[in-house]
């Protein structure tokens, strides 16, 4: 049955109180069209009530509903979609029908929260008493916590794993979601040896689905992602990566005079536009981004040069608008 408060009731509600752990989070019961086995088939239905009460959107999109689907019976998962697919859904809605997930990746926790959706992440940059109220929360037996993220470093750490395991026996351990998974390939442009680390994790936690989740589309990644992190049996799912909304043009630099009077001309053309300009180098970055900024057009730079704290402010700031152009190496993703 669906509680008599409205979405939006509950939203304010979730805004007063913007720690999860005081948030009263009671998620919307779902209708399964088969009984009582482990491998259940969560109806279509109810998993998109779930999105449009939590979410606001009509439908899924591509191949979000196979994944989520797929990882609800318990199947490992591997998903392969554009950047802004919808990965995250994949692991959201999931995390929102059973009772905790396990994500690796970071900064969509804000998001979540304003949306009165019980997420939080851990890490060594938190302070302890934030991640003493997740531990408590973890370690209780009825968390309120619905969303984990944590990095791979943590979670291939003697002591995290452990505290995995007892959710695991516990039940509270649903999926294991392996968002950038191309990060485990060395085949891959933004191989993260950490991500390493994470091929236990199938071992482990035999009955917890893992998802993982990329928008590189070479085949040796795709390969590599499957073998190294040992799924089983995956549902593999690849969605097309035509943007038919997307207006693709490609200017030769060696024909032009100035690439950054080109490029200076085409933002200030475009007005009020929020960009991106990807460069191979950092120092690119840096001569640009401050090329931009001498002529007018706020930017910054943004690379694995730079340290959190500023790559964080620069991401920030550039979401929030105040400044128009990030110049970035991929590190920006
Ligand atoms: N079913 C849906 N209907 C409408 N919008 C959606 C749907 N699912 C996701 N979105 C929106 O699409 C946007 C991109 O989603 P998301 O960040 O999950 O993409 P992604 O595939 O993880 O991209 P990236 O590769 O950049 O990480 C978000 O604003 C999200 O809220
Ligand atoms: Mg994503």
Request: glycine share 6%; hydrophobic share 40%; proline share 4%.
């Amino acid at each position: 049955m669906v509680e008599e408060t409205t979405p939006l009731a509950r939203r304010d509600e979730a805004t007063i109180s913007n720690r999860w752990w005081k948030m009263k989070k009671s998620p919307l019961p779902l209708q399964r069209s088969s009984g009582s086995s482990e491998k259940r088939i969560y109806a279509k239905e109810a998993l998109v009530k779930l999105l449009r009460w939590h979410f606001g959107y009509a439908d899924f999109r591509g191949k979000q509903f196979d994944a989520i689907q797929a990882v609800l019976s318990g199947r490992d998962c591997f998903c392969l979609m554009p950047t802004g697919g919808g990965k995250s859904m994949c692991y959201q809605i999931p995390a929102l029908a059973k009772k905790a997930g396990i994500v690796l990746v970071e900064n969509q926790v804000a998001a979540l929260k304003e949306k009165g959706i019980a997420a939080e992440y851990l890490s060594s940059t938190q302070t302890s008493t934030i991640k003493n109220k997740i531990h408590e929360d973890i370690d209780s037996g009825r968390p309120s916590l619905r969303l984990l993220y944590v990095t791979p470093e943590l979670i291939a750490t003697s002591g995290f794993m452990s505290k995995l395991s007892k959710i695991c026996a516990r039940g509270l351990l649903n999926l294991i979601a392996i968002d950038e998974a191309h990060c485990i390939s060395s085949w891959g442009h933004d191989f993260r040896p950490s991500y390493r680390k994470l091929s236990s994790l199938r071992n482990q936690f035999p009955s917890v689905p893992i998802l993982a989740l990329t928008a590189t589309a070479a085949p040796k990644v795709q390969k590599d992602v499957i073998e190294s992190l040992c799924l089983q049996d995956p549902l593999v799912l690849k969605y097309s990566f035509n943007r038919p909304n997307i207006y693709y043009e490609v200017r030769y630099k060696d024909l032009l005079d100035d690439a950054y009077t080109d490029l200076s001309n085409l933002l200030k053309s475009e007005g009020d536009v929020c960009a991106i300009v990807y460069c191979l180098e950092r120092t690119t970055c840096d001569d640009l981004s401050a090329h931009l900024s001498q002529i007018g057009i706020s930017s910054a730079a943004y690379h694995a040069g730079l340290n959190d704290k500023l790559r964080s402010s620069v991401l920030e700031d550039w979401i929030s608008s105040k400044i128009q152009v990030v110049v970035a190496t991929v590190a920006f993703g």
